[in-house]
């Protein structure tokens, strides 16, 4: 006869994992899903939740937990346990969650005038507050890309068609999340100035 190890009274720790390319550090409104598994005899199983070192179970439901629009509060140590029959497996290895705020974007006039004449040079630069190597900027004028790349500052020699509403959002590489728009700046380009000769008498 074979004793499986649940007839034996012995239930091994489940494995406990994220589905999410994401990694441990999530941003507000992000999504991620936790999957528990007993790796042997896997069928008829509920899975019992916690967080941090809770001895009351957050819930009772099957291998997947999802939390979706998570939030800093989410943050902590997630663990999970199987049970079947009276019988509770183990406590999971425990899994770390780390939510961030998405950053603050802030675009400022590197340069001294908003209006100026063809020719000049506006120079502005896109801030990531707090800042990070994850994130790039990009540029708009009137919600038309510029740029995007490192946040650097942005030169532009003007012509009469740079005139516009100037924003910028910062972007997570490689997931696509992207920050609230900054502060707008607003460029004004004089037309061509044509000088007439003095008049004469």
């Given at each position: 006869?074979?004793?499986?190890?649940?007839s034996?009274?012995v239930?091994?720790?489940?494995l406990?994992t994220?589905?999410?390319a994401?990694?441990?550090?999530?941003y507000?409104?992000?999504?991620?899903?936790?999957k528990?598994?007993?790796?042997?005899?896997?069928?008829?199983?509920?899975?019992?939740?916690?967080?941090?070192?809770?001895?009351?179970?957050?819930?009772?439901?099957?291998?997947?937990?999802?939390?979706?629009s998570?939030?800093?509060a989410d943050?902590?140590d997630?663990?999970?346990?199987?049970?079947?029959?009276?019988?509770?497996?183990e406590?999971?290895?425990?899994?770390?969650l780390?939510?961030?705020?998405?950053?603050?974007?802030?675009?400022?006039?590197?340069?001294?005038?908003?209006?100026?004449?063809?020719?000049?040079?506006?120079n502005?630069?896109?801030?990531?507050?707090?800042?990070s190597?994850?994130?790039?900027?990009?540029y708009?004028r009137?919600?038309?890309?510029?740029n995007?790349?490192?946040c650097?500052?942005?030169?532009?020699?003007?012509?009469?068609t740079?005139?516009?509403?100037y924003?910028?959002?910062g972007?997570?590489?490689?997931?696509?999340?992207?920050?609230q728009?900054?502060?707008?700046?607003?460029?004004?380009?004089?037309?061509?100035?044509?000088?007439?000769p003095?008049f004469?008498?």
């Amino acid at each position: 006869m074979v004793l499986t190890f649940l007839s034996m009274g012995v239930v091994r720790k489940p494995l406990l994992t994220q589905d999410s390319a994401s990694g441990s550090v999530l941003y507000t409104k992000e999504q991620v899903t936790l999957k528990c598994k007993i790796t042997e005899d896997s069928e008829g199983w509920t899975y019992l939740w916690y967080k941090g070192q809770d001895k009351t179970p957050r819930t009772n439901t099957g291998s997947h937990f999802n939390l979706s629009s998570v939030v800093p509060a989410d943050s902590g140590d997630y663990r999970c346990q199987a049970e079947r029959a009276g019988f509770k497996s183990e406590y999971s290895d425990s899994l770390s969650l780390e939510i961030k705020d998405v950053p603050q974007t802030k675009l400022e006039l590197q340069s001294r005038w908003t209006k100026v004449f063809p020719s000049e040079v506006v120079n502005m630069k896109c801030d990531i507050q707090p800042p990070s190597p994850d994130w790039i900027c990009k540029y708009y004028r009137d919600s038309q890309d510029l740029n995007s790349g490192d946040c650097t500052m942005l030169s532009i020699p003007v012509s009469s068609t740079d005139s516009g509403v100037y924003t910028c959002v910062g972007v997570h590489q490689p997931r696509t999340l992207e920050t609230q728009p900054s502060n707008d700046i607003k460029v004004h380009v004089y037309g061509n100035c044509n000088f007439s000769p003095p008049f004469n008498k």
